[in-house]
């Protein structure tokens, strides 16, 4: 077994034991596999592992990556952009990805679903909401998400699947559970409104199984299973 198919394989673990110690369902937590800055063999391994959702930062790289697979004749991947976006990337991502998990305001989501070909199902996206309150931190106030929920839910071209976050780095689990908790309030809350709401994207490798505990039901996963990163590519 390769490290790749190791990783996978234990993180699987942790991702079901974290769930029943709760009393949900190892089902109701989809692996995210973030592969930003690693090479195409590298999702190789984590394919043949069986894991078919891929995380991207990057959009070009993303989109090198996903036309890699698509040429290869690979299919049944699911492709989530998960960095920054900016208004002159917004057509790639559009073009190429099924889910972009960083909307965080009118103006991207309509390019996104202006920018969405018409021969594609809808681009499925998540409201990004700034939860520790970082300058830094891309994302809405919590107070500003019924606003922008409502009419992201109006675009042609997206399908409003959730909310995600990138809370502070913080060690202690009760704080990542207490931060991780607010948004599952916030999300619970959306889901009773639009009932194709499903998607709570949250948890990273070292605050994974506190975001499982507050309701996550999609964790992003890069360290744990490809190893340190590289520094990011200057494309
Ligand atoms: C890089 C990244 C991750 C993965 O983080 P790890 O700590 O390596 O698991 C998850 N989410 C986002 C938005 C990221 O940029």
Redesign the pocket.
């Known amino acids: 077994m390769s490290n790749i198919a190791h990783n996978i394989a234990q993180i699987q673990r942790q991702i079901s034991a974290a769930a029943q110690r709760c009393g949900r369902l190892p089902e109701e937590v989809t692996l995210l596999a973030?592969s930003?800055t690693k090479p195409v063999s590298a999702l190789e391994e984590a394919i043949a592992a069986g894991q078919r959702a891929f995380?991207e930062?990057y959009v070009q790289e993303g989109v090198e990556k996903i036309q890699h697979f698509r040429e290869a004749g690979i299919s049944g991947l699911t492709w989530h952009f998960?960095?920054p976006l900016q208004s002159n990337k917004s057509r790639l991502v559009a073009e190429h990805f099924d889910w972009c998990h960083t909307v965080d305001r009118l103006r991207i989501a309509t390019r996104l679903s202006e920018q969405r070909p018409a021969g594609m199902a809808p681009l499925n996206v998540l409201i990004q909401i700034n939860i520790s309150d970082e300058q830094s931190k891309s994302g809405i106030a919590p107070e500003d998400l019924d606003a922008l929920a409502a009419q992201v839910v109006e675009l042609p071209g997206l399908c409003l699947r959730g909310l995600m976050a990138?809370p502070a780095p913080e060690s202690d689990w009760q704080r990542q559970f207490a931060v991780a908790s607010q948004m599952a309030v916030a999300f619970t809350r959306l889901k009773s409104r639009y009932p194709g709401v499903d998607t709570l994207s949250l948890g990273?490798?070292?605050d994974m199984d506190a975001a499982i505990a507050a309701g996550s039901t999609m964790v992003?996963?890069?360290?744990?299973i490809f190893g340190a990163r590289n520094t990011p590519p200057r494309l």
């Open positions: 973030v930003k995380g930062n998960i960095g990138i990273m490798t070292d992003r996963i890069g360290t744990a």
